[in-house]
C-alpha cells in the first residue's frame, strides 16, 4: 500500500513499540496521528516527524473517535495500529488464599480488548468511507497482542486473558471487513527492549535476552515497526496472528 498522501493513527505511540511504529510509517509518506495519555510523549514524538498528537485515552470511546476524525481530516485513513496496553502481575489466588482483584482484571481487559475494539472498530468506519485503492483495498488494521496469548505465565491470567482475547478478534474482525476492502492482522511480541524493561538491572536485562531461543537478545521497537511496515506494503497478508519472539516459549515463571 503506497501511504504518501495517506494517514495513520497509532495508539500509545508516545512510546516503545508504538513510537517506533509512528516514525516508521512517517518515513514512508503517512501522515501520522499519535494517541496517548501522555501529552508530553505525544507531542515530542509527533513534532519528531511532523505528525498530530491527539491526548486521550483508547477506553474512552469518544476520545477514539475524536482521534480518528483527526487522522481522517489529514488526508484518507488507510493504517491503523494499536499499540496501547500494558501488563498485570497478580496470581487467581495469593499466598493468603484471596482471590485476584476483580478491579484489575477489569482494569486489563478494558485497556487491552476495549481499547483495542475502540480503535479498531471506528477507525475500520472511517477507512470504509474512503476511496478504494489497488484491488479494492482500502486500509489495513494492526492489533497487538503478546506471546502470553499462547504461552500465559504464572500472575499473568489478567493479561493473557487480554492478549487472547485481541488474538480471538482477529480472524471475525478480518471477516467482516473483507467486503470493504480492509485487512487486519495481529502481531505477538515476545521479550521486547521497552521503557517497562528499562526499568530492570542490566543483569535481569541480560537474563532475559539469554531466554530467546535465537538472537538471544530482546526484540527492539524498530523490529516491530519494520513488520507493520511489512503487513501495510504486502495485500496478501491478511486474518493472521504473527509471532515476533525469536522463536521463544515462555516457561512457567
Known amino acids: 500500500m503506497e501511504l504518501t498522501n495517506s494517514s495513520a493513527i497509532v495508539t500509545g505511540g508516545a512510546s516503545g513499540l508504538g513510537a517506533a511504529t509512528v516514525r516508521a510509517l512517517a518515513e514512508r509518506g503517512a501522515r501520522v496521528v499519535v494517541f496517548d495519555r501522555n501529552e508530553s510523549g505525544a507531542k ?79 477507525a475500520a468506519a472511517a477507512m470504509a468511507r474512503t476511496e478504494p485503492l489497488e484491488d479494492g483495498e482500502r486500509g489495513v488494521i494492526v492489533n497487538t497482542a503478546s506471546v502470553a496469548a499462547f504461552d500465559g505465565q504464572i500472575g499473568q491470567l489478567a493479561y493473557s486473558a487480554s492478549k487472547g482475547a485481541v488474538v480471538g478478534m482477529t480472524l471475525p474482525a478480518a471477516r467482516d471487513l473483507s467486503v470493504v476492502g480492509i485487512r487486519v492482522l495481529t502481531i505477538a511480541p515476545g521479550l521486547f527492549d521497552t521503557p517497562l524493561l528499562a526499568t530492570l538491572p542490566e543483569e535481569q536485562r541480560r537474563a532475559l535476552g539469554a531466554s530467546v531461543l535465537f538472537p538471544k537478545v530482546l526484540g527492539r521497537p524498530a523490529q516491530y515497526a519494520q513488520l507493520v511496515v511489512d503487513i501495510v506494503g504486502n495485500r496478501y497478508l491478511n486474518a493472521e496472528v504473527i509471532r515476533l519472539d525469536g522463536g521463544i516459549r515462555m516457561p512457567p515463571r
Do not use: S, Y
Open 44 to 122: 515530542q514524538v509527533a513534532a519528531e516527524v511532523d505528525g498530530h498528537a491527539h491526548v486521550g485515552d483508547v477506553t474512552d470511546p469518544e476520545d477514539c473517535q475524536r482521534a480518528v476524525d483527526a487522522a481522517a481530516e489529514a488526508a484518507p485513513l488507510r493504517v491503523a495500529v494499536n499499540c496501547a496496553g500494558t501488563g498485570w502481575a497478580e496470581r487467581v489466588i495469593n499466598r493468603e488464599g484471596k482471590p485476584h482483584d476483580l478491579r484489575a482484571f477489569e482494569f486489563i481487559m478494558r485497556l487491552n480488548v476495549i481499547g483495542t475494539f475502540n480503535v479498531m472498530t471506528r
